[in-house]
């Protein structure tokens, strides 16, 4: 078979070299620069001693519309769109012998297509024998850009695989962030790719949403830190990262997704203060250059056509400084989901009007350079604006030094992707994900020589597929929780399991609003599951979602276990044995049975290529949870809209007495605040100090406190910084997030904190719509989560 493979391999490249045996004898290729057109002088364009902006518009001066129009558009890869993988002589007479913006997925894995994914050297190979096309054969040399995505680990076969984003969310720890894009980083420059689309900095604050699962959370300030961290590890590997989805996407009418990811119900100044603060933070503190536009509109005004948010805001307000791609259809949909275009041809108009520069989507790029063609002939963009469009392109290739090493060594990436390093950060982040929910008479951790034979059971015991993104690592060996608890015990003590039950029943998703008895088959398995628990010393239940339940598409009606996993639950709480319950999900589920009845609950959300080795590992002591939740749990699905942080007694109770008092007619609390999360060992905090020096619009807040793990086990404690306005001109949320700290400490060890507030920290949108900060009394807390506050103060500004 492998000879097989590189006979091909060796026909192909022989194909390539004959079409390009001309191109391959002109001495193009100098000592610091590349004659790019082939015309035996170095061009302004071309030489790298001169500055971006000359290049560009030296550049610019010589392309036809033609080369210009083409350098805003996508080529989805092979197995996508394109018909060859790598080049063939027909590519001379294809669309982009006149050059290309970038070439999305080329070889990645995503098509099964594809031929040159791995071993990792030879995708090296045929990205170079691609990019020897443009440079060689077309008029200019512009060179091709190579996108992927990578927001769970590089989209790439055999990557580095690491947890759902909202996994990496509960770890509150911005250095493994920052570690983490450095490892998706290597591996995609290693790769040969240029632009990675991640992180996703859409606040998720419906908890019915389906990409949930894909947000760090549901709080800006926590979203921020996520965001720029882990763009700054990009970035410095010599990657360029593009941020999604701008903007106010993730709040579609209703938490729907799929068709809708539409008309999200959102005040201007929650938008601003919750939706748009991530990419305002994370776009002014890193050097970001790559945005997606998103599908939605906002109140009535689609984004992708909208002037306001692609150019006022962030070209204008916010400084940035790259180009925009569509993301998928959204180009379209102005036209034929919107309604706001009467043609294709006026979508694209109003697109690129209002600051689109590429559009990006699973067609051939003809269909939009056509129509665009024709715009710039008739006068509907001008050629000022298409320059303008093409410049933002072209800095960004400039910058990526596409344009100075083109090229990528094919030797260092098999040493590069997926090396130890790499899987012991990936192994890590697994563990920071885990939180302790509940730990009943400190059932948790389980002492293995007490035990002699444990069950394991439920229907994501053997989740493998749900830790395996659309978005991040393809192919990757995971360890599911079974394994993890088979592989840690190994034969010291038996470990049996059973399903218990299906990840849901025959009905779902309409028994998510209507209740269906067991069938037979489904009492058989149950009742297998109940006969091996009674000759088990402890009960792990793996229970949750999968991968078709939560994610693009896939929104939700109920927050509970599907089917009738909580029957399964429900007959397993009455034996009588230890039950600890396992989360493998990506919503936060209302598991309010377990909460009552399980002696221990892990959420453990989809934790990536090492999930069962972490889980094995908390399980029985080795590593001690110190996740905490990055969104709020809910008892019930009609609590929404429920989450963290809210203005004042907006998530208040009822009266009981007084005039108005009528009795309780809801369930007001939620089951788990933001912020939360348990640990084996306990911390106290003390000598909270406050040195406040600072006005309106300079100095600092210095808050210092030691923290102390009082407990006989070492572990991590996250303190978390909180403030509140007291008193202002317009209403403001009760409490934000404003710091926060993922400290390791061992038994009685005692270490200061230091959270430094600045002016821009405090800020509110005044009845002018301005950004201020007000002097005033300001309160902090501090605590274990944003209901758990150990330490209070205040500080004033007095102008």
Not at 173 to 192: C, H, S
Not at 303 to 316: A, C, M, N, P, V
Not at 403 to 411: H, I, Q, S, V
Not at 666 to 692: C, H, M, Q, W
Request: charged share 25%; hydrophobic share 35%.
């Amino acid at each position: 078979m492998q000879n097989k493979f590189y006979l091909k391999l060796l026909c192909v490249s022989l194909l390539f070299s004959m079409y390009s045996v001309n191109a391959q004898t002109k001495r193009i290729y100098h000592k610091n620069w590349i004659d790019f057109n082939k015309n035996g002088q170095k061009d302004i364009y071309e030489d790298q001693n001169q500055s971006i902006e000359k290049r560009i518009e030296n550049l610019l001066s010589l392309m036809t519309v033609e080369e210009k129009t083409n350098q805003l558009v996508t080529l989805y890869g092979y197995g996508r769109v394109a018909e060859e993988e790598i080049p063939t002589a027909s590519w001379k007479n294809e669309l982009w012998k006149d050059g290309l913006a970038n070439i999305d997925e080329a070889s990645n894995g995503v098509s099964e297509k594809a031929q040159f994914t791995f071993p990792y050297s030879k995708h090296v190979w045929a990205l170079n024998k691609i990019q020897t096309f443009f440079i060689e054969e077309t008029r200019l040399g512009i060179p091709v850009e190579f996108t992927n995505e990578g927001i769970r680990g590089l989209n790439h076969v055999k990557a580095t695989s690491f947890p759902a984003q909202i996994g990496m969310g509960s770890t509150f720890n911005p250095e493994l962030l920052y570690k983490t894009g450095q490892v998706i980083g290597k591996e995609a420059y290693a790769l040969g790719y240029n632009n990675i689309y991640s992180p996703v900095l859409d606040v998720a604050r419906d908890q019915r949403w389906g990409r949930i699962v894909e947000s760090f959370g549901e709080d800006p300030f926590l979203v921020s830190e996520y965001g720029v961290q882990i763009s700054k590890g990009l970035q410095e590997q010599g990657v360029v990262n593009s941020l999604k989805h701008f903007a106010v996407y993730s709040a579609p009418k209703g938490g729907r997704d799929g068709h809708v990811r539409l008309d999200p119900h959102i005040t201007w100044r929650d938008m601003h203060l919750m939706y748009l603060y991530p990419f305002k933070r994370v776009i002014q503190e890193t050097n970001i250059m790559g945005i997606m536009s998103s599908y939605n509109d906002y109140d009535g005004e689609p984004i992708i056509g909208s002037h306001y948010f692609q150019t006022e805001l962030l070209r204008d307000t916010y400084g940035f400084n790259g180009y925009v791609v569509s993301d998928s259809d959204a180009l379209i949909y102005l036209y034929n989901k919107h309604h706001v275009a009467d043609s294709y041809k006026q979508a694209i108009q109003q697109a690129l009007t209002a600051g689109l520069n590429v559009r990006t989507t699973f067609n051939h790029p003809e269909n939009f350079i056509k129509p665009l063609r024709e715009l710039v002939k008739e006068g509907g963009i001008s050629i000022k604006l298409l320059d303008s469009r093409v410049k933002d392109v072209l800095r960004v290739k400039f910058n990526e030094g596409l344009f100075n090493n083109p090229y990528r060594d094919e030797k260092i990436a098999d040493r590069v992707v997926k090396n130890e390093a790499h899987k012991n950060i990936a192994l890590q982040a697994s563990r920071e994900s885990i939180i302790l929910l509940k730990n009943k008479n400190s059932i948790l951790p389980l002492d293995k020589n007490k035990l002699k034979n444990i069950l394991v059971c439920g229907p994501t015991a053997k989740s493998k597929s749900s830790s395996i993104s659309r978005y991040g690592a393809l192919k990757t060996d995971i360890i599911s929780g079974f394994d993890g608890i088979k592989n840690y015990l190994k034969d010291d003590i038996e470990v049996t399991y059973a399903k218990g039950i299906d990840l849901k029943d025959k009905n779902w998703p309409d028994s998510e609003v209507f209740n269906v008895p067991l069938d037979t088959d489904e009492e058989a398995q149950i009742n297998e599951a109940l006969s091996m628990a009674k000759s088990a010393d402890a009960i792990v239940l793996f229970v949750g979602e999968d991968e078709k339940m939560v994610g693009e598409n896939l929104s939700r009606t109920n927050l509970d276990l599907p089917g009738h996993q909580k029957k399964l639950l429900t007959a397993l709480s009455k034996i009588g044995k230890p039950l600890i319950v396992v989360l493998i999900n990506g919503h936060p589920l209302s598991i309010n049975y377990a909460d009552r009845q399980a002696d221990a609950i892990l959420e453990a959300w989809f934790p990536g290529e090492f999930g069962g080795q972490a889980i094995a590992e908390v399980i029985f002591g080795d590593y001690n949870p110190g996740g905490k939740l990055p969104v709020t749990v809910l008892r019930s699905v009609g609590q929404i809209p429920y989450n963290f942080p809210y203005k004042p007694h907006s998530q208040s109770g009822q009266a009981n007495e007084g005039p108005n008092g009528t009795g309780d007619s809801r369930v007001v609390t939620e089951l788990y605040p933001f912020g939360f999360g348990l640990s084996y060992t306990s911390f106290k905090y003390s000598n909270l100090k406050i040195d406040a020096n600072i006005t309106s619009t300079s100095g600092t807040v210095t808050i210092s406190f030691n923290v102390e793990n009082i407990g006989s086990t070492a572990g991590d404690v996250v303190p978390q910084l909180y403030v509140n306005d007291d008193t202002s001109s317009i209403t403001v949320y009760e409490w934000q997030l404003r710091g926060f700290n993922r400290i390791y400490l061992k038994p009685k060890e005692q270490k200061t904190v230091t959270f430094i507030l600045q002016p821009k920290d405090l800020e509110l949108i005044n009845k002018d719509r301005i950004f201020v900060v007000e002097p005033g009394k300001f309160n902090i807390a501090i605590g274990n989560s944003s209901k758990d506050f150990q330490l209070k103060d205040s500080f004033v500004i007095i102008k």
